[in-house]
């Protein structure tokens, strides 16, 4: 016959060829292969400090006709460590959700068994059916000052062990983070992101039980957040934002009243607002225009042209003697 | 049509259920920085379970979401009323015990006093807004003299107080469901009414 056998690792394991007697020549087996004489004593197969690795199919034969006396499934592992478990309320007043783990496996099958009483009732803990290691319970009540108490107890072949949790209604409230966060830059101002957001779709009624927001936000080249709580509203102007840097944002939930703030919601990007550069080459023409313009309005030559050391050209000597002339014939009116 | 339709009586029951949610949210964070006073005053464990004292009105509802506006309102009122008997006696008893020597544990309990009163107001005042008016308060007679031992009434203080803040919890949220347009106590059926 073939059953399962569970051994913590480490043990020293003895197996029994079923009804055969100590002295019956066998043979065993370990998924298929066989085993070495040594690991014998007579007909009992002896397996000292047994690990993962050794699990298996293990089968015993009468040693001529092989015809199979005994076959066992070994299954090495441990006993259960005390489980990790957390309850919390993402959607209240509606109920709340407890989840667990172990902190280390087991390798062996292990059942959960999880309790849950407030005051003198005892309430059912619904298992969900993903993930499986997670259940929920419908408030009965509201606004009690009697501590729930959750027990979680975790059992398999070679041991159990459990936890338990107490705590009040309103300690383990918890929103889901905010929605879908969208930051854009407002046209004409370089300073300035619009932040808006939408509730958790997890909380069920946020009018009779609004929530109060948490934003951060920097500039990505630094480290330092800024921070802004708002407790009204699902949307927000940062107007002290850096010209021209790109931004990184996020938002936070908690109920106005009772609980914690939520994690903190998915992380989106903006830049703020900048104005168009001019193309360069138009700056160029321009610049270019403009000292044309100002050449052929230059003033007509002075004194200062018929300096020796400024004259260019015969053309200035003409303008020279024509300066000169001018002003004697106004000597000559005013003698 | 009803008085409580009006537009005007709409307008008055926003601005006390508004003025009243206010109130309740400071309520609870004196009560809440009064339980840590009571406590290192009274010198008791802050985690020291308090099992339902009797004349303590509990918070605690079945139903919450189902219950009319009116409903709302007087289960709200009674227990204020209550809890502002319930405070006297807790001052009275601590000036006994204590004398001047706590002044602050003492001037504490009596603004908390002050704000529960104020409360159980803004209470009756929407409650007259209905067709029933606030009910008088005949029944709600004074506790009787304590027969407790001082430990005793140490721990009652503290589920008096343990109590009265997750009553302003409560009253936020009864408050916010009152001020809903579609759900206004004009709207809902009447006490008469209800199943």
């Known amino acids: ?335 | 049509m009803a008085a409580s339709d009006s537009p005007s009586a709409a307008l008055r029951r926003r601005d006390l259920c508004s003025r009243g949610i206010r109130l309740a949210g400071k309520m609870r964070s004196d009560v809440v920085d009064l339980l840590d006073t009571y406590v290192e005053r009274q010198g008791l464990d802050a985690s020291a379970s308090v099992v339902a004292v009797e004349g303590v009105p509990a918070a605690a509802v079945e139903r919450w979401d189902e219950q009319t506006g009116t409903q709302r309102l007087l289960e709200n009122l009674a227990a204020y009323r209550a809890f502002r008997a319930l405070l006297a006696q807790m001052l009275e008893e601590q000036r006994e015990q204590l004398g001047e020597a706590d002044a602050a544990l003492g001037r504490a309990l009596a603004a908390v006093l002050l704000q529960v009163s104020a409360f159980a107001y803004h209470l009756e005042e929407l409650l007259r807004l209905e067709s029933h008016g606030p009910p008088s308060e005949e029944g709600a007679s004074p506790p009787p003299p304590s027969h407790l031992s001082l430990f005793e009434k140490k721990l009652r203080g503290l589920g008096v107080l343990r109590e009265l803040a997750q009553w302003a919890v409560r009253s936020a949220r009864d408050l916010r469901q009152i001020a809903k347009p579609s759900l206004g106590s004009s709207s809902a059926p009447s006490l008469a009414e209800s199943p």
């Open chain 1, 1 to 335: 016959d073939s059953h399962i056998q569970y051994e913590r690792v480490g043990a020293d394991v003895t197996m029994k060829c079923g009804s055969m007697d100590w002295d019956a020549a066998v043979t065993w087996t370990a998924n298929g292969t066989d085993i070495d004489e040594s690991h014998l004593n007579g007909s009992y197969l002896i397996l000292k400090n047994v690990d993962l690795t050794q699990s298996g199919q293990y089968s015993c034969y009468e040693g001529s006709s092989w015809h199979l006396k005994y076959q066992t499934y070994l299954r090495v592992g441990t006993p259960p460590k005390e489980p990790v478990l957390m309850c919390r309320s993402n959607n209240y007043p509606k109920g709340f959700y407890c989840s667990w783990h172990l902190p280390t496996p087991t390798y062996i099958p292990n059942s959960f068994n999880i309790s849950v009483i407030h005051g003198t009732r005892e309430m059912v803990c619904e298992k969900d059916a993903f993930p499986k290691n997670r259940c929920h319970i419908r408030y009965l009540q509201l606004f009690s000052t009697v501590k729930y108490k959750v027990t979680l107890t975790v059992t398999n072949a070679l041991g159990k062990n459990s936890t338990t949790l107490t705590f009040d209604e309103v300690a383990i409230v918890k929103p889901d983070p905010p929605e879908s966060v969208v930051a854009k830059p407002v046209p004409n101002n370089p300073r300035r992101l619009e932040v808006s957001w939408q509730n958790p779709s997890s909380w069920p009624d946020p009018e009779s039980f609004p929530l109060k927001f948490f934003l951060r936000y920097r500039p990505l080249i630094l480290d330092q957040w800024q921070h802004v709580e708002l407790s009204d509203g699902t949307s927000h102007t940062i107007t002290d934002a850096y010209a021209g840097k790109e931004y990184i944002i996020q938002v936070a939930a908690k109920d106005n009243d009772i609980g914690t703030w939520s994690d903190w919601s998915v992380a989106v990007h903006a830049t703020p607002w900048t104005e168009e550069p001019k193309h360069l080459t138009t700056e160029a023409q321009v610049t270019e225009t403009t000292s044309a313009s100002t050449s052929s309005f230059m003033p007509p030559p002075t004194t200062k042209i018929c300096d020796k050391g400024a004259v260019v050209g015969s053309g200035a000597v003409a303008v020279c003697w024509t300066a000169g002339l001018v002003l004697a014939a106004y000597g000559v009116l005013f003698i």
